[in-house]
Nanobody, 116 residues
C-alpha cells in the first residue's frame, strides 16, 4: 500500500510564507510525477504545480513567481514553497503522487489559511 501525507499547512498573514511537505511511503520504488492541487470552498480542485521525475515543473498562472515545487527523491518527499501568500490562496492543499507501474495516490490534504 502507498500512503501520502501532507504537512506544513497553517494560518499565515498576507505576504507570509509556508512550506508544504508531501511524504510518500509504502511499496514505492520510484516516483514518476508529483503534484500539488488545492480546493477552496465552493470551488473545484485545481492544479497548483507539478514536477516530473526529470525535474520539469509546471505552475498555475495564479502562483507563478510565488510558489516553487521541488522534490527529494531519496526521501520520497515533495515540497511546495509558498511565498507572498494572498487570501485567495486559502484552500486545502492536496498532494498527488504518481508511482511507476502502479497508479496515482492522493494525500488527505493540509489546510492553508491566509488572513488579510
Amino acid at each position: 500500500q502507498v500512503q501520502v501525507v501532507e504537512s506544513g499547512g497553517g494560518l499565515v498573514q498576507t505576504g507570509g510564507s509556508l512550506r508544504l511537505s508531501c511524504s510518500a511511503s509504502g511499496s514505492i520504488f520510484s516516483i514518476n510525477a508529483m503534484g500539488w492541487y488545492r480546493q477552496a470552498p465552493g470551488k473545484q480542485r485545481e492544479l497548483v504545480a507539478t514536477i516530473t521525475s526529470y525535474g520539469t515543473t509546471n505552475y498555475a498562472d495564479s502562483v507563478k513567481g510565488r510558489f516553487t515545487i521541488s522534490r527529494d527523491n531519496a526521501k520520497k518527499t515533495g515540497y511546495l514553497q509558498m511565498n507572498s501568500l494572498k487570501p485567495e490562496d486559502t484552500a486545502i492543499y492536496f498532494c498527488n503522487v504518481q508511482i511507476y507501474n502502479s497508479g496515482e495516490y492522493w494525500g488527505q490534504g493540509t489546510q492553508v489559511t491566509v488572513s488579510s
